[in-house]
Structures are given as C-alpha cells and as structure tokens.
C-alpha cells in the first residue's frame, strides 16, 4: 500500500472528498486528512517508529505523501524537549518544559507545515504558490519552495519584522509588503489563485500544513513516552539525560508507552499547530500507541489545550470568553508579536472545539510584557524564546499564581521561533568600551 | 571508568599535562584532550552509538565530560547532511552536500563547542566565564553560560552585526561593544581572566570548544556511512531519504562501517572546526570505525580539508602560500563575513599542519561575491546560507573550473550560521503594494 489516506474530509459538514487531487476549502472552511488507522495500526508499531532517523518523516504512515514520492525536506525534525529547572522553580513549576521549535530549518515551526504542504504540492504538480503571511511562514513556505523548484509569492504586511523580509528575498520567493494586515494579503493570495493559476497555501486553506504540524503533538508524545528528561532522578542524571539512552531493543513492542503531558500552552495565531496536536492526540490514542492514565476512567486525559494570544490581538480568546464556535474579525490587531497578529481564522471552531473538548482555555498575555519575558526566560534557561512564547508565559505565571496550573502538573510551553527573527520586539543596546581606556568597574557592573 | 581521557597534550611540543583541573594554554599555544582509544574500542561499537538519541552527546566516549556529570545542553545535534542536486548541477558536481549547522541552539556551529566547553566548566567549578567574539561565539556561550547558570561576559568588534548583539543581551550576558577587531577583543579578556577572575572561553585557549567541535567530523562520518541521501539510487529514492531507514540491528556490530567524504570546504576563523574534524577522522580511523577506501593503499582516504577565507582577512591562506606553518597577523582585516574577521589564530600551526596533511589548501573567496552567492546558494535549496559558507561557494567555483575538485566527487561544505544572523550582508528590499490599487503585472514580474 502506497499511502494510509482513506479520505479528505470538510470540517464544517462531515463530507468526505477525494484524496489525491488539489485541494482547498470546503464551504470556505478546512480540510482534514483522515487515514485508516487499523492498516497503520497493522503496519507499523511505536517502537519500530523510535528507530528510525530524527525526522518529522518517521511519522511517515501518519502523514499523506505516498511512500514512493520523495518529502521535500531541510532535515526538520525532531525539535528537543528541553526540562527547564531554572525557570520551573522561578514559576513555582517542578516540571517545566519548552518544545523548542526554534531549531528547526528557517528557525520556525512554520517549516513542518511547509515540508508537509510542499511536499504534496509537489507531488500533484503545483508549479506556483501563494501565501500570506505575519512572518515566519512566508521564510519557510520561501525555502521549502526553493528546495521543491517552485515558484513562490510571498504578501506580507508592510510593517513585518525585518528578518521576515530579509529570508523571503534570501530564498528566492517573490515578496512584497502590503499596507495592510495579514488577511488584507490573504485576499490578494485568493485573488491571485483565480487570475495568476497560483495554488493558496493560506493557513488551513489546504489540507496538509495541518499535517505537518500535527508532528508536534507526535513528537512530544513520543518523547515524553521516554521519560526523557525533568523526571526527579533523585541527583543522579538519567541515562537519557545523559544523552545514552538506547533505543527499546528489537523484537519487544510495547504498543500504549508513548505518553502525554498535563497541560499544553501554544500561541494561537492561524492555530494550526494547536489542532493539529488535538488530531494527533486524538490519532495516537486510537492506534493504541498512549499509555493509560492511571486512576483516570476513560482510560487516556490529554492535555488541556491553552491558547494563549496577545492583548493587542486576541480573536480566539474572545470568542471562547463569549462562548462562540466563531469568532469575529478582532479590530486594529497590534502586538509585537507578529505571529499573533491573524485578527480572523479560518479554523477559529477547529480551535475553539479542542480547547473545549481538551478541557483547557483561552488567555491573554500583556503586550507590555513580552520584551521583559523574552529576555527573562531566555536568560534562565539559554532558550531563544520568541515573542508569541513570551505572551505564553505571561499567561502561564498568571495562571500557577490562580491554581489554574498545579505545581507538579508536567507543563510544556512551546516556543515556536528563534527570538532573532524579532529584532524589534526587544530593545537592546551594548555599552561601549574603549579598549585604550578600560573603565573595569563599569565591566564589573 | 567514568570517563575515557587519558592526558591533556600540548600541541607545540606534546608536554603531557594532567586531566581534571583548569586549563587554558601551554606555552601560549593550544591543548589537545587525549583518549585512550583502547578502551574506547572495548566499550562501545559504532552501531551502537547508531541506536542513541541524535546529539552530539551520543559520541559521550569520544567526549571529555565524565559519565556522571550531567551536560549543559540545549539539544544540540544532529544536523543535517543535505543532498543537493540543483546547486550540485549549477556547480557541475553531482554529489555536493551541504551540512547545515544553521539548526543548531543560537543558529551556528558554534553551540557544539560551547556545550562541551561550558558543561565542562561547570563541571571544575567556573562560575564566570568570558570570551571575545566576531560573532555566532558570543551568543552561543552566552545562552549555555546561562543554562549553566554560570555568569558571562562578552567582548565583541563595535560593528558585530547586530543580531550578535541582540542575542547577547537576550541571553543576560555581560556583553560589551569594543573599538577594536576581536583579537582587541581577546586582550580585554586576558586581562580580565587575572584581574577578575574570569575563565578565558577564547577560541582554542582551552581544550574542550575543540572537542564539541570535532562532533561535526564525527556526525559525518556516521551519516555518510548510513549511505543517506544522494547515492545515486535510479530514480527511486532509497528507504533513508524516504526517512524510512532502520538503524542496523541490535547484535551485528560492524566495525569499519562508517565513511568520509572525498573534500570538504569550511571556512576558517579561529579554525576550531577544521582542526576539530581532523582530529574526529584520527580518532575515528584509529578505533577502526571508518571503511577502507577500496584502492586506496593506506586503507583510508581522509578528505581534503579546503580552508576557506574571505580575500579581505586571510591570515591561513597567507601563510599556506608562503609555506609557513605559523601566519602573521592580517592587517587591517574588513570583511562582512563578521566569523572570518580573525586577523590572528592561536591555533595557526594547527590548521596549517591539517590542510597540509589531508593534501588540502587554503583558497580565498571574493569579498564581492559574498551577498550574491548567499542568495545563488540559498534560493537554489532553501538553506540559509551564511557569508562564511557563501565564502566557500566561490572558492569551489573555481576549483571546480580549474579541475581541483571533480565532478563526480563527495564534496561537503559546511553551513556555519544562519544567514538571518547576518542582516547587515545581504542587502533587501521588498517592492511595497497598494492593497486598493494592486497591480497585477507587476507582481507577475
């Protein structure tokens, strides 16, 4: 069998449509890819999935590209999962971790969803496509076209963060900055799939993003399945914190060791990643690869799903405060955050629905805040947290501080991007020194 | 054994020095780790450092730090080996590769050396460490430094580009701009390192950044013995670039199975990765882990190692053509390639002595062709090529032209950074759009 796809499937209504043809919206909503997973299940075992080379692409019999088409890849995958002790205890948490997406090629998570939507534009033929973009999405949808041979259109809004613009034209892409904001470019995108025959790769606009994004949540299932780092080892690392951890051996699957943590927090812009881990939870626990939760009834507790946004522009958050499925156009977004910055969402009920179901929330972080969290976080623990992060823990501290998030609850923050990419966000500005006068107090600081 | 060192060597006259305390230079010149290989061999086979999670903690016996002394890591490694076939075509090479070093924590190279050197430090007790820096070096140590929770201070030229500066200050070191180019720099940490205390991190004036940099010789050699990407495979894509490849299975060691490629280009600064590799291909060839080169009378071909400098500082390619072993100081060294700024290299005769004994050279590349092959390279496959790495297309142009390197030979260059780091060497400029007004011609181009 070439490939586990059974069907496309409409979001909005249920329907199903073909596989194997191009495909966008339905209804003017997304796309899910369903699979047989009782073939899967058949196929391939958890353990023998931990053997195979760090990639997003051992997950292979859980995305869409046939096994004899070749992914288009920039080696993506997998991120590290980083225990973060030093800010935990700042946080009152004992077991904090950051999913450092940072690492990734073009140093974003846009790059699963663009390996995954590349690679299968590739594979039905598409020569042009178009994308807006907040930011990072535009650098990797540039270099993964770059790698595929295909031409790419990039819109961005004017006051982009400068590296967003420097990688687009690095890469090739054919960019422009327009005066507006992200779905003023993504009316452009829409405009031009009709007259200039570009396939749309918008956020949730095709179907596959989605599942190269949905990687996260098999990442962190797999890794927690490890016990890979931050569990109380009583001062005596671990062997996998030793970086010497075997793999299982051969010959001994252990179906149900794969697990997950307590609570997620994710910043929601389009909100691709946060249903995509929903689905790949959801995924996981049918193929029977989760272990059960002891004392829990039904068996597995997911995580709760928090989304966080910035004050300056939080559609999602309103709507889930209201108690709406939809969410409505948020008026004069303005955050630093610029992967914040999507004041409507075509998947806004796909997200609105996997906060609810996972019992979690959604919750604001202070854009007053975010140059301080950046730097405060960064510099606990070395980790290049972007300024969507920054918002996350600005919602995190406020939520241990309410016993929303319980102190020994396993926590991961994922930090989607490498900070660099957001010179403006955080202020910065190096004394000087002349060397032929050395002030050594001032060094000493 | 807790750990496989067996002396610490001085490279100018192989003075055997201890293990297990502070060390810095011997004479004023660089410190080798010494291992006893032996034991090495008994302990562990290459297909089982196959199976260990992918970092560059998976080669622990071929490391300095003691088996029970946790690493300072931030997930470091392993990075891509990327086949690229377009570029390769451009070039007339068919199996040209590209290690990308860019998906390293901080975006370059230099976090290898920095994670061996830091958790190293942290192990003998440093609390406060201090390094010069033309770049990617000080923000690395700066964000493992505060992993470690250890105190840094960072001395860097007045024009460092700015996303080095950025970064520093990010990560809470003490970083400071100085009138001056690093070897300026590196007097302001001499000093420092007896009037206050500091422990020097400068480039080879301590033994172990040169340890985490020999992984990059060591990954490689793994990688292309897993016959990855790019073998010629007819058309269809092997299991492995399908990411589908299983590690070798449990209870089959096979000594001498990993390979080396036939040229590598790496641009040198300080020179810690060249020297690095060498050492790695030494030690490997010694363990009896690489595959003899069929033909070749020795056994094993080693690569030619081609050190490559920017035309405006080239203190390496100076003395190579003059036959020194030691190089003079650049004058007046100036070159948007902030890594190559190193107008004086402690570690001269050492990258000299390992250019000339893997039959290499050092070549220079044209200052004026730096943004241009930045863009050639990186829109060819999507790779963030930085200008040390766009230094290094140009020498190959030529030496490809001039019949120094064959077409159908295994050439890697190595991508030290990301080129995003490097604003400041690309100059961009999106064309800006009138959402009201759009015009469709010109954005067809």
């Known amino acids: 069998m070439n490939h586990y796809v059974s069907h496309l499937e409409a979001a909005i209504d249920g329907t199903a449509l073909p596989f194997g043809t191009l495909a966008n919206m339905h209804n003017g909503r997304p796309i899910w890819v369903r699979y047989h997973l009782d073939k899967v299940r058949a196929a391939v075992t958890s353990d023998e999935i931990a053997k195979r080379l760090p990639s997003l692409w051992r997950y292979r019999e859980l995305l869409p590209l046939p096994r004899d088409a070749e992914p288009v890849t920039l080696g993506e995958g997998m991120t590290p999962l980083l225990h973060c002790p030093r800010l935990g205890r700042q946080l009152g948490l004992s077991q904090l971790y950051v999913k450092d997406e940072s690492q990734l090629p073009t140093g974003s998570f846009k790059s699963r969803g663009m390996a995954a939507a590349i690679s299968m534009a590739k594979w039905l033929g598409v020569k042009r496509v178009a994308l807006p973009t907040a930011g990072n999405a535009g650098g990797a949808a540039a270099a993964y076209a770059a790698r595929a041979g295909i031409e790419c259109f990039v819109f961005m809004p004017h006051d982009t963060p400068s590296v967003n613009q420097f990688e687009a034209q690095l890469y090739g892409a054919k960019a422009f900055r327009v005066n507006g904001l992200i779905n003023d470019c993504g009316k452009i995108v829409k405009d031009g799939a009709e007259r200039m025959g570009w396939f749309d790769l918008s956020t949730l606009k095709e179907p596959y993003r989605l599942e190269g994004k949905k990687t996260m949540g098999l990442e962190l299932a797999e890794q927690f399945g490890r016990g890979l780092q931050g569990e109380p080892t009583g001062g005596s690392p671990s062997p996998a914190a ?204």
């Open 242 to 445: 030793r970086g010497l951890q075997r793999e299982p051996a051969n010959g001994s699957p252990s179906p149900g060791s794969w697990q997950l943590p307590d609570v997620i927090f994710y910043p929601t812009g389009g909100g691709t990643g946060l249903v995509g881990m929903w689905k790949a939870f959801a995924e996981l626990a049918e193929l029977g690869w989760l272990r059960a939760t002891p004392g829990h009834a039904s068996g597995i507790r997911f995580p709760r799903l928090i989304s966080c946004q910035a004050e300056g522009c939080a559609p999602i958050v309103t709507a889930y405060q209201k108690g709406e499925r939809f969410a409505e156009l948020f008026p004069n977004a303005r955050t630093v955050a610029s992967g914040l910055r999507v004041p409507v969402a075509v998947g806004d009920f796909m997200i609105l629905d996997a906060i609810r179901a996972s019992g979690g929330t959604a919750v604001l972080g202070r854009e007053s805040e975010i140059a301080r969290w950046m730097q405060r976080a960064s510099s606990a623990e070395g980790i290049s947290i972007c300024p969507e992060t920054a918002v996350c823990f600005d919602a995190l501290e406020r939520m241990v501080a309410a016993g929303e998030v319980k102190p020994d609850e396993r926590v991961v923050v994922f930090n989607t991007g490498a900070a660099p990419k957001y010179l403006e966000a955080m202020p910065y500005d190096l004394p000087s020194l002349d060397k032929d006068a050395l002030d050594w107090d001032r060094i000493a600081g």
